[in-house]
T-cell receptor, first 113, second 111 residues
Framework: ETGVTQSPTHLIKTRGQQVTLRCSSQ?????VSWYQQALGQGPQFIFQ???????GRGNFPPRFSGLQFPNYSSELNVNALELDDSALYLC????????????FGPGTRLTVT | KNEVEQSPQNLTAQEGEFITINCSYS?????LHWLQQHPGGGIVSLFM?????KKHGRLIATINIQEKHSSLHITASHPRDSAVYIC?????????????WGAGTKLIIKP
């Protein structure tokens, strides 16, 4: 039990639609990172937020965007969904910028048809 | 060449066997994670190491910073240990503390 929750657990969307995935971090964890894990592959870093500001970004297009809120929750938004966006989306929180230990949520399985 | 390499890619063993999974990396790191992922499931962090050795139950993780190598050992393996085990590193001087992930080792323990 990591204290990090994600919703929904599973989601099916149609190509071209928009989706919002949610993550609730442990209280006091100011940093949240989002990862995309395609089937059979390792997670790919999407972006990281620290105290509600984007703090780093991986090689993902601008249609992937995020928000972090003062209550330690965050969102990943994906616009204009493509079939290749089908993946497990993981969020991970950590106490602060200076800590390496990340606590992972269970993930949201997104299927784009 | 990937910056984080794991071996073996796949491992099948009998219940009770001693399991070793290896991770080699080519970048300087601040920390290394061992994580576990069950089929279709989320990721659970097992260990975070920056030096030496850590033990938790039947799991042992070691790291040799000079050799840029880490190992995860499972003693008295059990079918419930069947999962993908992933090594991920935090590159040194990466201000975002992003993880670089290995491809994972798929472990199957047969009863």
């Amino acid at each position: 039990e990591t204290g990090v929750t994600q919703s929904p657990t599973h989601l099916i969307k149609t190509r071209g639609q928009q989706v919002t995935l949610r993550c609730s971090s442990q209280s006091g964890h100011n940093t949240v990172s989002w990862y995309q894990q395609a089937l059979g592959q390792g997670p790919q870093f999407i972006f990281q937020y620290y105290r509600e500001e984007e703090n780093g970004r991986g090689n993902f297009p601008p249609r992937f965007s995020g928000l972090q809120f003062p209550n330690y929750s965050s969102e990943l938004n994906v616009n204009a969904l493509e079939l290749d966006d089908s993946a497990l989306y993981l969020c991970a929180s950590s106490l602060d910028e200076g800590t390496y230990e990340q606590y992972f949520g269970p993930g949201t399985r997104l299927t784009v048809t | 060449k990937n910056e984080v390499e794991q071996s073996p890619q796949n491992l099948t063993a009998q219940e009770g066997e001693f399991i070793t999974i290896n991770c080699s990396y080519s970048v300087g790191i601040s920390a290394l994670h061992w994580l576990q992922q069950h089929p279709g499931g989320g990721i659970v962090s097992l260990f975070m190491l920056s030096s030496g050795k850590k033990k938790h139950g039947r799991l042992i993780a070691t790291i040799n910073i000079q050799e840029k190598h880490s190992s995860l050992h499972i003693t008295a393996s059990h079918p419930r240990d069947s999962a993908v085990y992933i090594c991920a590193v935090v590159p040194y001087m990466d201000s975002n503390y992003q993880l670089i992930w290995g491809a994972g080792t798929k472990l199957i323990i047969k009863p």
